[in-house]
């Protein structure tokens, strides 16, 4: 957050190259602030940009700032763990209320660990073991429908080994005669947990994937 009276220059002329080299590198800097949910005084902040590029000498001394920026990251850090905390709460009741009604659909199963799935084409091969690799292609959303990763998308096949993927996807391929084609409904705990993983898959997630087994061992 910013706060401060600088007038916005939404009505005013940035007649010169200097005029907009500056707004540019100010409004750049403001939306990397605003991204970070940094709250500063932008009055504050102005002061002191102008301070330093005159040469004058600075407010703090150096161990100051450093206290100061100490106190603020650790700040900053218990924001964080807040919010992922309240992100993982939210993402756990919204996965086991979706698995919950999911359950009740037609065509969908429910095994022992948890895993949920819907056969949308039955293959007639063999089933791949622990040992094996195999060819898939793939896609994945979140319970919102938000795609994450498709292997469709980037036009070929995805090959990696049984034992190498998320536990669902293990416990599902295991499963799955070659040439099947299935639909699969993954519980954070058989996906990547309380972690999550990246900026696009939160922390205790249910996840669900289309896999098309094309190739149940692949050298």
Do not use: C
């Not at 690799?133 to 090959?159: C, M, N, Q, W």
Request: glycine share 10%; proline share 4%; aromatic share 8%.
């Amino acid at each position: 957050m910013l706060t401060g009276s600088v007038q916005s220059m939404a009505d005013e002329e940035l007649t010169t190259l200097t005029d907009r080299v500056s707004y540019i590198f100010g409004y750049n800097l403001g939306s990397r602030f605003g991204q970070d949910q940094v709250d500063l005084n932008i009055d504050v902040f102005a002061e002191a940009m102008k301070a330093a590029k005159n040469g004058k000498a600075p407010a703090m001394t150096e161990a100051e700032m450093q206290q100061v920026m100490t106190q603020f990251q650790e700040l900053q850090q218990a924001k964080m763990a807040q919010a992922q905390k309240a992100m993982a709460e939210a993402n756990l009741q919204a996965g086991e209320t979706f698995l919950a009604e999911n359950a009740k659909k037609d065509g969908v199963k429910t095994t022992s660990s948890g895993l949920q799935y819907k056969v949308l084409t039955q293959g007639s091969g063999a089933k791949p073991t622990q040992s094996d690799k195999v060819s898939v292609h793939y896609s994945g959303t979140l319970i919102d429908g938000t795609e994450f990763d498709s292997s469709y998308r980037r036009g070929e096949p995805a090959a990696f080994g049984v034992t190498q993927v998320i536990p669902g996807w293990t416990e599902a391929l295991m499963m799955m005669p070659e040439g099947s084609k299935w639909e699969i409904y993954v519980p954070s705990q058989l996906a990547y947990g309380a972690g999550g993983s990246g900026p696009k898959i939160g922390p205790n997630s249910t996840l669900i994937f289309e896999i098309e087994l094309l190739k149940a061992s692949v050298q």
